[in-house]
């Protein structure tokens, strides 16, 4: 079998290393720089691999049950991946938070003040209780993007950047394409949304800091009513900052109350951050359907993979399976796909 894939970031890169690793010749085409150099939502994404912090959020189980799924790609498929778990802290005031978080969730031990200690000495005397999930994880966007496509490369993938497929000259690639025996997969986010109407974007703003002071292992979630914050460590004493999700398609730059709710946020954290140095500030917009769940859809012979939401790392490596078992064997799983079966079926 032969296979075009549309879009580099996470999503596209995860379907060509897992399509190549099962001998299928594979091209890939992004508009954008190499993906070590690309400014997509890919780029600027936490990494965080956790799958029961976002039961607790999304209250989807089938976020967790995808996620747990990629975790076990990860540890396959990337030496990279740290698996120190995830530590959950609120303020004594937002203790309510705290337990509509455990209500929400499995898979976690309750620290009191000396447990947080073991994990995080820092933050032992800023928070008398905690939950730990340790068999969460996270990688750095950064690291794995440039790594997965010398994998994909290394397996015999053909990555061609610099290609931009815009929608009027889709129709036309995808019979080519269907003619040469080829299938179209596309993983470009918000711009298939002409094809994928119903998608809308979602901005979500992120910041690195740079701070000398503190050292954390793991990523952090800090609760709290109204902005729920989540610190995640790059090494060398770099953290990404984050998240924003405004129902928003406006890709400009980091607004001023976000920068100062996020600087805040990591300051109540812990006050060290704020003497930290601000590296960068990033916005980008995510694509999401109405009911914020992933789908793999076939339309007009391109099948589509859409929808990661803000859940890209986390969902990427179980749809990119779920793409190969339904190119190679036919097989759609009916949680993801939405059409009726006969639009299910490969040609």
């Given at each position: 079998?032969?296979?075009?894939?549309?879009?580099?970031?996470?999503?596209?890169?995860?379907?060509?290393?897992?399509?190549?690793?099962?001998?299928?010749?594979?091209?890939?085409?992004?508009?954008?720089?190499?993906?070590?150099?690309?400014?997509?939502?890919?780029?600027?994404?936490?990494?965080?691999?956790?799958?029961?912090?976002?039961?607790?959020?999304?209250?989807?189980?089938?976020?967790?049950?995808?996620?747990?799924?990629?975790?076990?790609?990860?540890?396959?498929?990337?030496?990279?991946?740290?698996?120190?778990?995830?530590?959950?802290?609120?303020?004594?005031?937002?203790?309510?938070?705290?337990?509509?978080?455990?209500?929400?969730?499995?898979?976690?031990?309750?620290?009191?003040?000396?447990?947080?200690?073991?994990?995080?000495?820092?933050?032992?005397?800023?928070?008398?209780?905690?939950?730990?999930?340790?068999?969460?994880a996270h990688v750095d966007p950064r690291r794995v993007l440039p790594y997965l496509s010398e994998?994909?490369?290394?397996?015999?993938?053909?990555?061609?950047?610099?290609?931009?497929?815009?929608?009027?000259?889709?129709?036309?690639?995808?019979?080519?394409?269907?003619?040469?025996?080829?299938?179209?997969?596309?993983?470009?986010?918000?711009?298939?949304?002409?094809?994928?109407?119903?998608?809308?974007?979602?901005?979500?703003?992120?910041?690195?800091?740079?701070?000398?002071?503190?050292?954390?292992?793991?990523?952090?979630?800090?609760?709290?009513?109204?902005?729920?914050?989540?610190?995640?460590?790059?090494?060398?004493?770099?953290?990404?900052?984050?998240?924003?999700?405004?129902?928003?398609?406006?890709?400009?730059?980091?607004?001023?109350?976000?920068?100062?709710?996020?600087?805040?946020?990591?300051?109540?954290?812990?006050?060290?951050?704020?003497?930290?140095?601000?590296?960068?500030?990033?916005?980008?917009?995510?694509?999401?359907?109405?009911?914020?769940?992933?789908?793999?859809?076939?339309?007009?012979?391109?099948?589509?993979?859409?929808?990661?939401?803000?859940?890209?790392?986390?969902?990427?490596?179980?749809?990119?399976?779920?793409?190969?078992?339904?190119?190679?064997?036919?097989?759609?799983?009916?949680?993801?796909?939405?059409?009726?079966?006969?639009?299910?079926?490969?040609?």
């Amino acid at each position: 079998m032969q296979v075009t894939i549309l879009g580099g970031g996470i999503a596209g890169l995860c379907c060509g290393v897992e399509l190549a690793a099962r001998g299928v010749e594979v091209e890939l085409l992004e508009r954008g720089a190499p993906p070590s150099g690309s400014r997509g939502c890919s780029w600027c994404a936490g990494g965080m691999l956790a799958p029961w912090c976002e039961l607790a959020d999304a209250g989807e189980p089938l976020i967790a049950q995808l996620g747990m799924e990629s975790l076990s790609w990860w540890r396959s498929h990337y030496p990279g991946l740290c698996s120190a778990g995830t530590l959950v802290v609120a303020a004594s005031r937002d203790r309510a938070e705290l337990e509509r978080f455990a209500a929400a969730t499995r898979h976690y031990q309750r620290l009191e003040r000396a447990g947080i200690g073991e994990l995080e000495p820092q933050l032992a005397e800023r928070y008398e209780q905690g939950l730990y999930l340790s068999e969460e994880a996270h990688v750095d966007p950064r690291r794995v993007l440039p790594y997965l496509s010398e994998r994909f490369c290394a397996l015999g993938g053909r990555l061609r950047c610099g290609v931009e497929v815009p929608d009027s000259e889709l129709a036309a690639l995808t019979q080519t394409a269907l003619r040469r025996g080829r299938a179209v997969v596309d993983c470009r986010g918000l711009a298939a949304r002409a094809a994928l109407p119903e998608l809308r974007g979602v901005r979500g703003e992120m910041l690195l800091l740079q701070s000398r002071e503190m050292q954390l292992q793991r990523p952090v979630r800090l609760l709290h009513p109204r902005l729920p914050l989540y610190v995640v460590p790059r090494g060398e004493g770099v953290y990404m900052v984050g998240a924003t999700a405004i129902e928003s398609d406006d890709t400009g730059a980091v607004t001023a109350r976000s920068a100062l709710e996020l600087l805040s946020a990591a300051y109540a954290l812990h006050p060290a951050f704020g003497e930290a140095r601000i590296l960068e500030l990033g916005a980008q917009v995510r694509p999401a359907f109405p009911d914020n769940l992933p789908q793999i859809r076939r339309a007009d012979g391109v099948l589509y993979v859409n929808g990661l939401y803000r859940h890209g790392f986390l969902l990427a490596p179980a749809l990119a399976r779920y793409v190969a078992e339904a190119l190679l064997h036919g097989h759609f799983h009916p949680e993801l796909t939405h059409e009726d079966q006969a639009e299910r079926r490969l040609a």
